[in-house]
């Protein structure tokens, strides 16, 4: 199983960007994915989710209106657009894997929002954003 991190970088307030995170491993549709970011000196915290086998998204109040997470089912990729970047966005971002389907019927709902829900992790990419 991996998962790889792309798109971060450096931007200004107001700016935009758009994360990738490209997967591999496992079957993309059996699963929910979750991106999750960190400050220097703060938790792990949840940004969004996007459950492939139904496709449910989440956001967290601090982005919602502002980003949009999307699956690419032909590529196993889910990216992440964030528009109207401020400095609280800065952070290194994750994006984490966690199982929605067992088997052909059974069907669970992980809490998107707590880390220790998801099995697998990407290694991160920086996002910084100039105030």
């Known amino acids: 199983v991996q998962l790889v991190e792309s798109g971060g970088g450096y931007v200004q307030a107001g700016g935009s960007l758009r994360l990738s995170c490209v997967t591999s491993?496992?079957?993309?549709?059996?699963?929910?994915i979750g991106w999750f970011r960190q400050a220097p000196g703060k938790e792990r915290e949840a940004v969004s989710s996007?459950?492939?086998?139904?496709?449910?998204?989440n956001y967290s109040d601090a982005v919602k209106g502002r980003f949009t997470i999307s699956s690419d089912i032909a590529r196993n990729t889910v990216n992440l657009q964030m528009n109207n970047l401020n400095y609280e966005d800065t952070g290194v971002y994750f994006c984490?894997?966690?199982?929605?389907?067992?088997?052909?019927?059974?069907?669970?709902?992980?809490?998107?929002?707590?880390?220790?829900?998801?099995?697998?992790w990407g290694r991160g990419t920086q996002v910084t954003v100039s105030s």
């Open positions: 491993g496992f079957n993309f549709d059996d699963y929910a």
């Open positions: 996007i459950n492939n086998n139904d496709g449910t998204t």
């Open positions: 984490a894997a966690v199982p929605v389907k067992l088997g052909a019927r059974i069907v669970v709902e992980p809490m998107w929002d707590r880390a220790y829900e998801y099995d697998h």
